[in-house]
């Protein structure tokens, strides 16, 4: 047997190796084989009738048996086919049992259930120590596997975010951008898309839940958004497609909140849509004023149609700082309750420094936050900062 688990045998493999030396070797012809994964299961049944192993109930039968106890005079009519039951415990936990009978009647002596008893108990917990480790094994091999698709989904994702180095810069708008997943793949995205000489046009999006669904959506959402967004689509348009096309997809089991904009630099208008999104923070420096983006609608994959959209407009008439972000950045868990705060974003915001500095302290404040008050980051936190000259 120590030879069948070192030479890597299969989990089948060493439960007939199991039954041989039972059955041929110590003529114990009656086994019944239970292991506890999830639920109790028979792993191995030798002269047993299937009738009389549905009969027997692990819970009901044998849980309350944390020791080797003969059975054939048990008051259950299904354990009574059987001399002995062999439990293997662990921390008073029981993780398997085995059941077995000598059913020759001709047989003259010592019952070969009794005269090996001992061993095959031994021989019982080494088979479950190996079939446990096999398990593990395989577990551990699938977990790696899902790991490196994780990996791999990751690497794909960050393809789609833009980094600063792609995003276009313009001598009237700097534009800098941040993103930080909670986990391997994230539902967090932001865009900035040229749309023409004058015209720039953003989003900042966030898709319900988490995980590889949430990622996948995403990444469906960021090929609508790139193939709808042009310089003749109005908001309204985008916006109504960009809730179809996801309604298509998600079947309303997910829902995207979105912000969305486009700035002239010519005009220096800045048209939005704040589509369930946590509202970006507006600062206008010469008059140190802060406002709140929250004209809009409802997140996209809510509802078939969508019943009102709002256009934000505003004339960006002096210098002045945009903050888009999403909700990892401003909830904090406080005694259980999520709690919701852009304290953080004002302090670094209200000053003379550039955008991609205030970025920078702005998660390094919520990192801060995280390591000294104990307010953890539990989701992604993306940042798409503007600086209007």
């Known amino acids: 047997m120590a030879q069948a688990i070192s030479s890597d045998m299969k989990t089948e493999d060493l439960l007939e190796r199991f039954r041989i030396i039972l059955n041929n070797d110590l003529e114990i012809d009656r086994v019944a084989f239970y292991k506890f994964e999830k639920t109790w299961e028979l792993i191995l049944a030798t002269n047993c009738s299937a009738d009389l192993t549905n009969q027997i109930d692990v819970e009901r039968d044998l849980c309350s048996i944390t020791d080797i106890a003969f059975i054939s005079s048990s008051h ?28 020759k009647e001709e047989a003259k002596g010592v019952s070969a259930t009794i005269k090996h008893l001992n061993f095959v108990q031994t021989l019982s917990i080494i088979i479950f120590v190996a079939i446990e480790n096999l398990r593990l094994f395989h577990k551990t091999l699938e977990q790696e596997a899902m790991k490196k ?42 865009d900035v898309i040229e749309l023409g000489k004058d015209e720039v046009g953003f989003c900042i999006a966030d898709v319900s839940g988490k995980g590889m669904a949430a990622a996948l959506l995403m990444s469906n959402f960021q090929a609508n958004l790139r193939a709808l967004f042009t310089h003749d689509i109005t908001l309204i348009g985008l916006v109504e497609k960009l809730n ?146």
């Open 149 to 190: 698709e994780l990996e791999l989904a990751s690497q794909m994702q960050n393809l789609l975010v833009p980094d600063n180095d792609s995003i276009p810069q313009t001598k009237e708008v700097k534009i800098h951008a941040f993103y930080h997943p909670h986990s391997e793949v994230g539902g967090d995205f932001y």
């Open 76 to 103: 259950e009519q299904a354990l009574q086919a059987f001399d002995a039951v062999i439990p293997v415990v662990q921390n008073n936990a029981p993780l398997a049992y085995v059941l077995i009978a000598d059913t």
């Open 244 to 389: 179809e096309r996801i309604m298509s997809t998600a079947k309303g089991e997910r829902f995207i909140t979105i912000f969305i904009g486009r700035y002239n630099r010519i005009r220096r208008q800045l048209e939005y849509v704040n589509a369930g999104h946590n509202p970006p923070v507006l600062y206008s420096m010469a008059s140190n004023h802060i406002s709140l983006l929250n004209e809009g609608c409802v997140g996209l994959g809510m509802v078939e149609e969508i019943p009102f959209i709002s256009v934000g407009s505003i004339r960006i008439s002096e210098k002045s700082k945009l903050l888009c972000y999403t909700d990892g950045l401003v909830e904090y868990i406080n005694n259980n309750k999520v709690e919701l705060s852009t304290k953080i974003i004002e302090q670094n915001l209200s000053n003379n420094d550039s955008i991609s500095k205030n970025v920078q302290d702005i998660f390094k404040a919520r990192k801060d936050k995280e390591q000294f008050e104990g307010f953890g980051i539990f989701d992604d936190i993306s940042m798409l900062g503007f600086e209007f000259s």
